[in-house]
């Protein structure tokens, strides 16, 4: 078992990090088990189960904070639930009610308490719900059968600091999500597609895919972890697609940039468009607000000619409002300013 003491809080990253306990339920004979915890970190599954020959199986990502007075916080739990409730109807799963997903979420944060950072290291506790379908067979229906399991790790930074402008390639030739397809869900096979182009970015020094809509490839999706917004003047725009993951990030920056008197566009976003923008970023439960250094095109990922090139910081700077934003959500998160949205979820006393 690994020891909170062993923790560098400091410098985190964002990894599979084996923690205490996982939290579980089975969906047999039209209902759930009691909720189990299992400290085994093992699974058992029928070799012809569903998972491993059609994929079916889909996540969450939400993050636990421990606060300025010493609170414990779940950030926005219910939209996660929402969310995967979605997601497992696009998938025919069986899913938990909003209350077990919320309790499971809120148990899996009690029973590995010791890997929740304390406040001022700007570290948190990444809870990963998963659903996955359990049933041996072949044919290709749905079959209500499933495992909810609810595991965590402790997260620093997703690209290896905080708040820093990465770069970001625009494959030429991948796609992330079909017209119509399943790039709204949150599905495990989506990110599977990424795995090749993001060898080949990071191979090139950069640190996120840019995915473009795939029918016409002339408008901006999202990025392969998160979505993408722009700040031109005083307007925060973010694409609207059927394509990209309803993010819940996203919605709070929308809120936020409401907030501070800034007009919010949710409209598709021309790639001409990216000349246009002041700042760039990403936005997501990992990555938080990643600011673009620079986007470039490339219409072969793994060959070296770049056919445009899109600049917005020097690299690692940071814009004034990427800087604004980040600092009001994450001050919510970390109870240092006022949650006016009631975004912060409370249980324990
Ligand atoms: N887009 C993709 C493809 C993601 O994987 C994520 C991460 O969850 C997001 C966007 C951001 O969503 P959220 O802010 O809900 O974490
Ligand atoms: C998250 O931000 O919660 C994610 O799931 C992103 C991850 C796929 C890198």
Redesign the pocket.
């Given at each position: 078992m690994h020891m909170s003491a062993s923790i560098n809080w400091d410098t985190l990253g964002f990894d599979a990090y084996r923690t205490r306990t996982v939290i579980l339920s089975h969906f047999k004979d039209g209902q759930w088990s009691p909720i189990e915890k299992t400290e085994t970190f093992s699974f058992t599954f029928d070799p012809f189960a569903q998972v491993f020959h059609y994929a079916i199986s889909c996540f969450?990502?939400?993050k636990a904070f421990r606060q300025k007075d010493g609170r414990i916080a779940l950030f926005r739990p219910d939209?996660?639930a929402a969310?995967m409730a979605r997601t497992a109807d696009y998938l025919g799963m069986p899913c938990p009610s909003k209350e077990m997903f919320i309790k499971m979420c809120e148990l899996c944060v009690e029973n590995n308490l010791e890997f929740l950072a304390p406040y001022g290291h700007k570290a948190s506790l990444y809870i990963r719900p998963l659903l996955v379908g359990m049933h041996p067979q072949m044919q290709l229906v749905p079959y209500p059968e499933a495992i909810f399991a609810v595991m965590c790790a402790p997260a620093g930074s997703y690209y290896g600091a905080h708040l820093r402008s990465c770069a970001a390639v625009i494959p030429g030739d991948f796609d992330?999500a079909a017209p119509k397809g399943s790039g709204s869900y949150?599905i495990g096979a989506?990110?599977a597609a990424t795995f090749r182009p993001y060898k080949y970015a990071h191979e090139q020094g950069y640190a996120e895919l840019l995915y473009l809509n795939s029918s016409t490839r002339e408008f901006v999706d999202?990025?392969?972890?998160?979505?993408f917004f722009g700040i031109k003047g005083n307007k925060y725009v973010t694409p609207l697609s059927d394509s990209?993951?309803?993010?819940?990030?996203?919605?709070?920056l929308q809120q936020v940039a409401r907030d501070f008197g800034m007009e919010v566009e949710k409209r598709p976003v021309p790639l001409e468009e990216l000349a246009e923008f002041e700042e760039a970023g990403?936005?997501?439960?990992?990555?938080v607000i990643t600011p673009m250094s620079h986007i470039d095109i490339k219409p072969v990922l793994a060959e070296p000619l770049v056919s445009r090139s899109f600049r917005y910081e020097p690299d690692g700077q940071v814009g004034p409002v990427c800087t604004k934003l980040y600092n009001r959500i994450v001050g919510i998160q970390f109870g240092e300013l006022e949650d006016t949205h009631g975004w912060c979820h409370y249980w324990l006393d």
């Open positions: 969450e990502g939400l939209q996660n969310r992330r949150k989506n990110y999202e990025f392969g972890s998160s979505n990209v993951l309803p993010s819940i990030t996203n919605l709070t990403g936005c997501g439960t990992a990555v």
